[in-house]
């Protein structure tokens, strides 16, 4: 004990001296040129500093790594130990990363510490969660009189009105939840794709890239037997398989690239890439509806600890339904809608109409009343969820509020989670642990709004008080706790 807590001091120091170098050579250089008025020197100098700071950065997960390696009991040999898949040196695989680090490298640790992937694993085998018999769900069957001539949207058309009624789910009700009519454009898959779905029966990763707009990256530091027995599928369509040829990358002969399972989407049921990625990010129940348990990572996200130890540790251990980060700067709802609009997430006129109808349905700041919940907007960027009833409820509801609005999922989140009934268990982590366990990245390219209706208007001006006049209690309330 006393050997490791040397150890633990030991490596605390080498990274003091490691932050004490990396200021030095970052503001001594910049203390120098801060009188210069030569922009090509200072132009290549800020250039260099650029390219340090990124290399710097890179220093943070393998430090922590290297601590978690010598004090957590774990063996290096019980890690994948070749690799996964070898990019082509131009695809640029780690390219775009956020300079984004926690101090608190240590935190990444808890999740290693008298935890077995294998053990994991056999939890997973013995138990029996799958309890979503119960939900039925809304389809319009191809042989139903005059349903040729039906044309009913992917998600069910549902309106401002009717989607309420399925807040308060009974046994006999057929809830609206995508898939709604196979005569419409559907999210169909081929049938050698699905039967692999079906199989997957413990814990499946998803995740999706349309257009192009995200690079293919690997999960990190996944274990063998973690890799043997935990599926890994990614959704991709023709745009995105052709960008990945055309650069080198192509699946395999059993569909795969690295760990990702690669299922090609012929046609998309919308226009705007962003919707049609959030098919399998809310409705995971529905394209594998054996598994146990999934984890969604949007295409910015590469988990960088194995996937069974963070289910582990951050939904089974916690006894939750679903589990994700606290968001990094939003508490209140109102706070990421007004978000939404200042940075050009969504337009203004449709966030106000979706906020006034929260507020008027009684949606209210958060506050300690709505405890065990932590807050009211998450990092919807990872979920992990249970396949069971009060997961799959709110997985349903919040793509309907989708269906409504607009596609900025944490809008309607708080929404759902308290008109809901029943109630789901969510447990909302730390943002040190999100970044501790997933590495972030910028799109390689920004995703086109092609639909004119929704392009926003940013010549206008944005007045809280005066856009959002049934949100004015809330207002009041959020802007008073703040105090």
Known sequence: MLQKLLLHKMDTMKFIVLMVLFISIIFIPCLVLSGTKNYTHLTTTKSSLDHLLDSFLTLIPKFSSQICNENSGIEVDSEVQWPLFMYPPQYGAEKYLLRKATLLVNKSCDLYSHTSASEVLRQIEKADLIQNST?????????????????????????????????????????????????????????????????????????????????????????????ENVCFFMFVDNVTLEKLAGQGIEPDKFHKIGLWRIVLMEELPYKEYVMSG??????????????????????????????????????????ADMALSRHAYNIHTM??????????????????????????????????????????????????????????????????????????DQLAFAYVRDKMSPKVKIHMFSVDIFNTITNEYRHFSKPSISSKEHEPDFNQGFYVDQEFTACRSYLDIMWNSSN
């Open 135 to 227: 939900l039925k769900f809304l389809k319009i069957e191809e042989d139903k009189p005059g349903s040729s001539s039906i044309r009913m949207s992917f998600g069910g058309d549902l309106d401002l009105q009717n989607r309420k009624r399925y807040f308060e789910i009974s046994d006999e009700m057929a809830l609206p939840c995508g898939f709604a009519n196979y005569n419409s454009p559907g999210f169909l898959v081929s049938d050698g794709d699905k039967e692999a779905m079906d199989n997957c029966r413990g814990l499946v990763v998803i995740s999706a890239i349309f257009g192009g707009y995200d690079r293919l990256r690997q999960p990190k530091r996944v274990r063998k037997i973690s890799a």
């Open 278 to 319: 959030l098919i399998p990010k809310y409705l995971p129940h529905r394209l594998f509806p054996n598994c146990m348990y999934t984890i969604w990572t949007d295409a910015k996200i590469q988990l960088t600890v194995d996937p069974l130890l963070i289910l582990e540790n951050l939904l089974i251990k916690q006894k």
């Open 335 to 408: 706070e990421e809608a007004i978000f939404t609009v200042r940075w050009r997430k969504w337009n203004k006129e449709g966030v106000r109409q979706q906020m006034e109808n929260y507020c008027v349905d009684g949606l209210q700041p958060w506050s300690r009343k709505k405890l065990p919940y932590v807050a009211d907007v998450g990092d919807t960027a990872l979920i992990l969820r249970k396949n069971n009833l009060p997961a799959n409820l709110f997985s349903c509801l919040v793509f309907n509020e989708i269906q409504v609005f607009n596609p900025r």
